[in-house]
């Protein structure tokens, strides 16, 4: 079952522009992490920020956590090709053991120059 | 690199087969987690081990096994083979805390014929 689902499913921009993607999720949390995807490989992991947080920064990337909305968002600024990918939040469930991984299906993002 | 290992990269097989996948966790961290990726369920959470024993299960199929070994290394076993098999199977790696960030591999493409 989907744990996060993200907004929009598919982004469209132009280099320099800044691209925002959103996550809502639908139980309690530790953390919530943004991966990365490039066409069919590897995911890559962006940022991860706790339950007790309420934004965090790398680089160009900000993330948002409102957890009384259980919604979360990624900023990037000042887009660039290199962006073009797949990106999807990914939540744990405080609730259960293990720290198993649900994923949303992802956004679409395409970045062109 | 995440410092995930997986072998192979590429896997062609037939119906009714068995396949291995094999993947080597980052240094100094116990936990491995094996996840599906699919058109159509998009990624998915199969099972997660520590230190050797089951943590969690996911949606793993009963035609599907793994283990983790004393290394630490962990391998997924996929039997009777079926067309909608065919997925990129990933593997991550954490210390097995809450709070942590997963690390993927590259992962396995499967492609059941």
């Known amino acids: 079952s989907q744990q996060g689902e993200e907004d929009p499913q598919a982004l469209s921009i132009q280099e320099g522009e800044n691209a925002t993607m959103n996550c809502s999720y639908k139980?309690?949390?530790?953390?919530l992490q943004w991966y990365r995807q490039n066409s069919g490989r590897g995911l890559v992991h962006l940022i991860l920020?706790?339950?007790?947080?309420r934004e965090k920064h790398s680089g160009r990337l900000r993330v948002t956590l409102d957890t009384s909305k259980k919604s979360s968002s990624l900023l990037i600024t000042a887009s660039r090709a290199a962006d073009t990918a797949s990106y999807f939040c990914?939540?744990?469930?405080?609730?259960?053991?293990?720290?198993?991984?649900?994923f949303g299906k992802g956004t679409t993002l395409s970045v062109s120059s | 690199d995440s410092g995930v290992t997986q072998t192979p990269k590429h896997l062609i097989t037939a119906t009714g087969q068995r396949v291995t996948l094999r993947c080597s966790p980052r240094?100094?961290?116990?936990?491995v987690y094996w996840y599906q990726q699919s058109l159509d369920q998009g990624l998915q959470f199969l099972i997660q081990?520590?230190?050797?024993?089951?943590?969690a299960k996911g949606n793993i199929l009963e035609r599907f096994s793994a283990q983790q070994f004393p290394d630490l290394h962990s391998e997924l076993n996929l039997s009777s083979l079926e067309l909608g098999d065919s997925a990129l199977y990933f593997c991550?790696?954490?210390?097995?805390?809450?709070?942590?960030?997963?690390?993927f591999g590259p992962g396995t493409r499967l492609l059941v014929l």
């Open positions: 991550a790696s954490d210390r097995g805390t809450n709070e942590e960030t997963q690390y």
């Open positions: 081990y520590y230190n050797g024993e089951e943590r």
């Open positions: 139980t309690s949390i530790n953390n």
């Open positions: 920020i706790r339950s007790n947080e």
């Open positions: 240094s100094g961290d116990l936990s």
């Open positions: 990914a939540t744990d469930r405080s609730e259960q053991a293990g720290t198993a991984l649900i």
